[in-house]
């Protein structure tokens, strides 16, 4: 009789129905919103529409991406950054060495590629955006150019990876947090390797100490916790560069990668709320509306229209806070009697709009579909 071997009963762990490497994909549902996508809302908050008044989003209010887990970290005081792969000379700096460099801040709008999300039919389960994932901070750092033109990129270099210290699990793959950008665009003179936000060194949740912003980008490019370039000779194959961020009419569409953010406006549901609904209460006579609107890649603003029951009119636009963040908008509404519904629609340098409708993609990225908004006047 053979004797009783446990360990040859054991799958290998790999081979279970196993969330880790067989990823729950959960279909595309028009229906209510889960449970994890409650939980992951509730890790992930968005700016209340309400914050949007304030030209630097105070960090508290700026809305939050956390794949992962938060990494703890209890002193900046070891933390590196090193630049190695395919260089002429690898770097290390602690934070201090790159306090000496030259210093740069910038306000930036963020937003997520998935804000939206909410929105796109069916939906994607996943971080449920509505509207809030984005917000504007001023970001305090030295510019990644003249670091990458000291380490020096070799003439076989492909890809620039930049690395977070948080791991996890996405796609079936275990891997730290990376993305990539050509050579081309990681030496763009905007990017900046920052330790600041609105004065104050950055918090935990915003990537402290140290992260990357790359404006003009949606929020994904922004590594936080950043530790880690590598320059290589291939394209960059991480779960968060080929397994997500790619616009996808369906499962087998090759797609184009998510790269810089699509035109888009907000305005502040004007009036008091329902507290359970949103719904929004407003006295009739002159509303003063205001509202924000941004494009990507550094491209301005160039109109803004408010439509009040499908009418659209010109709002008025206010001065530019900066190159990459978003710019304040108002419009004057008479406000009669009656339920009404509001839209705003930006226009970009580039002469692109907003759609009315919400273009379907099939994880949920980059809807930068108007925002219709019902309130009651009385
Ligand atoms: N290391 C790391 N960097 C990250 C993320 C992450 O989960 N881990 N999330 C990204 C995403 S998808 C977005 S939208 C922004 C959000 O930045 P914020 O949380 O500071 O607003 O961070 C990006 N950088
Ligand atoms: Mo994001």
Redesign the pocket.
């Known amino acids: 009789m053979t004797p009783f071997q446990f360990s040859s009963m054991v799958p290998p762990l790999s081979n279970l129905h196993h969330p880790f490497f067989n990823p729950i994909k959960p279909p595309l549902t028009d229906g209510g919103f889960s449970r994890d996508e409650v939980r992951l809302a509730n890790r992930?908050p968005g700016t209340l529409l309400e914050a949007l008044r304030y030209d630097l989003t105070p960090a508290g209010l700026?809305?939050?991406?956390?794949?992962?887990d938060v990494p703890f970290v209890a002193s900046a005081d070891d933390w590196t950054l090193s630049i190695g792969g395919l260089v002429n000379k690898p770097i290390k700096l602690s934070l201090a060495d790159l306090k000496q460099r030259p210093q740069r801040s910038m306000p930036v709008t963020?937003?997520?590629?998935?804000?939206g999300r909410a929105g796109v039919a069916p939906r994607y389960q996943s971080q449920p955006w509505h509207h809030e994932?984005v917000?504007t901070?001023e970001w305090t750092g030295t510019p990644l150019k003249s670091l990458l033109e000291e380490a020096g990129l070799a003439d076989s270099a492909h890809d620039v990876v930049f690395?977070?210290?948080?791991r996890g699990f996405g796609g079936g793959q275990e891997h730290?947090?990376g993305?990539s950008l050509s050579p081309e665009q990681a030496l763009d003179d905007d990017i900046l390797v920052v330790w600041g936000?609105n004065g104050a060194p950055l918090l935990p949740?915003?990537?402290f100490p140290l992260?990357?912003v790359v404006p003009g980008w949606?929020?994904?490019?922004?590594?936080?916790?950043?530790d880690r370039i590598e320059v290589i000779d291939r394209a960059f194959d991480g779960h968060?560069q080929a397994g997500t961020?790619v616009y996808r009419a369906s499962a087998d569409d090759p797609g184009t990668p998510v790269t810089t953010v699509r035109v888009k406006s907000l305005m502040v549901p004007p009036g008091i709320p329902d507290v359970y609904t949103r719904s929004r209460m407003v006295e009739a006579g002159p509303v003063n509306l205001f509202g924000r609107a941004w494009s990507g890649a550094g491209v301005g603003i160039s109109k803004i229209e408010v439509a009040v029951d499908g009418e659209w009119q010109d709002a008025k636009l206010d001065l530019e806070l900066g190159q990459y963040a978003w710019r304040g908008w108002t419009f004057n509404w008479q406000a009669t009697p009656g339920d009404h519904e509001l839209m705003c629609r930006a226009t970009d340098a580039n002469g692109d709009v907003q759609p009315i409708d919400p273009r379907f993609d099939i994880a949920g990225f980059g809807n930068n579909s108007v925002q219709r908004l019902t309130v009651t006047v009385r």
């Open positions: 992930n700026h809305y939050l991406l956390i794949h992962f963020l937003e997520c590629a998935g804000n994932g917000g901070a690395y977070g210290t948080d730290d947090y993305r936000m949740q915003h990537g992260r990357l949606y929020g994904m490019a922004s590594v936080k916790w950043l968060q961020y």
